[in-house]
């Protein structure tokens, strides 16, 4: 196929569907194109939904496949080092790329190396615990017990599934089902597609013997298996084992061009001056949800310490809710210049700065006096508030809080009035010392949003304020699950920019879908924010119907994201209980 009769494909999916970027690959060994459609956050359409139009296109042509991604989901991978989206999502397999599109995140070369070293010990590592089931089985197939020699193979091949999926996505499919581990690999690595193709009785009935074959074994009494499957069960277990080695062989070579050709652009730019049109832009990120080193023992909550900007939002702060301390437990920095010999303005520095700072004051009503607005209102300071008083703070450490254990122990004190805390004595709380309790906590929060979000569907239609209002539940139950979740902290107020800035904490890629910057953004929460007391006291105020499609769409988008997020936190078994209780 003409690279032409492609860009014409991509185009005519953008005109039917709402379309940020399409990649294609091709695949040689198979002549398949492969559709990589990013699609924006804004769109809540359900991507079983816009399957018709992307075959309609394409005349569901065989030798054309296709998969759909949100960009937060494609620009979050990139971050955390799925290589193959970095081998896929580049400028010369673009095929459709929408105007004003942000482009997706280029990573240095150091972090390219670093990635690519560990893909290979993580390969490396297992691949050789998956060997040990391999042996396994040639063990019990010499015994004639077929039962075992199809469960070693069935732990054979997952875990060589599993450890390509670390290795190249980043993350793994929790699952014993060989059909979604193949599912989730084939459509970038389509040489693994044909290991279990399912195209014919015989096949399907192979594949549901190895999917069978984890819980049979084990909990079924005298399970039977077909003997005549099991050589071409070790036929494929070998087949797979010599295709894994060499996709990492290829991706190997692949990632040295990439990174080589990382090292020469890197160094272009720094060789060129600001003088000829640059811009720059450092950026550096700390939190301590789990303990960084942000203090050490000869920090001191001295003035001299702290610095200007910081210092403005103290002030505020001591002004108006008279603490008895002050912590910083996250700041990010964000600096930038901007020179252009075609730019007729002067040449411009800008710096952002963010804090994350924990209050304890004694006030009874502490985010009354609008602090975090008045200290926002400061160019380029932005903070999130977290306002407690004394006593509930003592409560918390003597619980084993992790937060208020994290916090207190590791964050920077920025003002002291009166010492309240043995830190010495504080003990570190890890995530898993409580997981019991952060795992039922923060799922009943997600099986609220998820409830609340299909009730909606019964009135979204005829009552406009009751649907509003159930939206704006259904994003707090979400933000609240993820926050206790991530951060083992229950916010004390529920205001909804104040839950969503929280979140961004741990999940930065969460304004892909609830963005709250533009004045349409703002006036989008503001109706989901009011939503309580109109439904209450308000005499039926009219909601735009475009207003509340948008809304709808972005809650639904960012509940459903969250509760993927939530998921992939946990482990097989807690996904397993989680939706056997959804």
Sequence with gaps: MEIADLKTIGELIADKISVEKIYCLNHADNNIYHLIIIIPASCGTKFTELEPFVRMVTNAK????????????????????????????????LLYNKKDSPDLPQSKAENLSEWKREANAQFEDGAAKAKTFLDGANFYSEKNDTGLTVFMLHQFIELMFRTLELALLAKEKKTHSIT?????????????????????????????????????????????????????????????????????????????????????????????????????????????????????????????????????????????????????FGRVKVQSSNAHVFNVKEHTEHMELHYDLLVISPLANPYGNNVQSLVNGIDGVTINLFVHNKEEVLKRLENRNRFFNTVIKYG??????????????????????????????????????????????????????????????????ACLGLIYSFLGYSPNLHSLSHLLSICRIFWPENEDFFPIQTPYDKKLLAILSQSHSELRYGAGKIIDPDDLNEVYLRCETFVLCAEKVYLSTLTELDVEDYKAVK
């Design 62 to 93: 065989k030798d054309i496949t296709y998969t759909f991604y949100q960009t937060g989901e494609i620009r979050a991978a990139l971050k955390k080092g799925n290589l193959l989206f970095h081998l896929a999502c580049i400028e010369a397999n």
């Design 180 to 328: 979604l581990h193949q599912a989730l690999v084939t459509p970038l690595l389509p040489q693994l597609g044909v290991l279990f193709p399912a195209d014919t009785p015989e096949e399907k009935e192979i594949l549901k013997t190895l999917n069978n074959a984890y819980s049979a074994v084990r909990y079924e009494q005298n399970h039977q298996i077909d003997e005549a499957f099991i050589p071409t069960l070790f036929q494929r277990a070998y087949l797979l084992q010599k295709r894994a080695a060499t996709i990492i062989n290829e991706l190997n070579t692949l990632l040295d061009i990439k990174i080589k050709d990382a090292e020469i652009f890197e160094k272009e730019t720094m060789n060129d001056q600001p003088s000829v049109g640059t811009q720059v832009t450092e950026s550096s990120l700390s939190h301590i949800i789990e303990p960084m080193n942000l203090k050490n023992d000869t920090d001191k909550p001295k003035e001299s310490d702290i610095k200007t900007e910081l210092q403005k939002v103290v002030a505020i702060i001591v002004e108006h809710l008279n603490p008895d301390q002050i912590y910083v």
């Design 412 to 477: 920077n004190v920025v003002y002291l009035k009166t010492s309240l805390f043995d830190i010495a004595n504080i003990p570190r709380v890890a995530k898993d010392d409580n997981r019991n309790h952060t795992v039922t906590h923060s799922a009943r929060r997600m099986f609220r949003a998820t409830a609340i979000l299909k009730a909606v569907e019964l009135v979204k239609d005829d009552v406009f304020e009751v649907t509003v209002s159930l939206l704006s539940q259904s994003l707090e139950q």
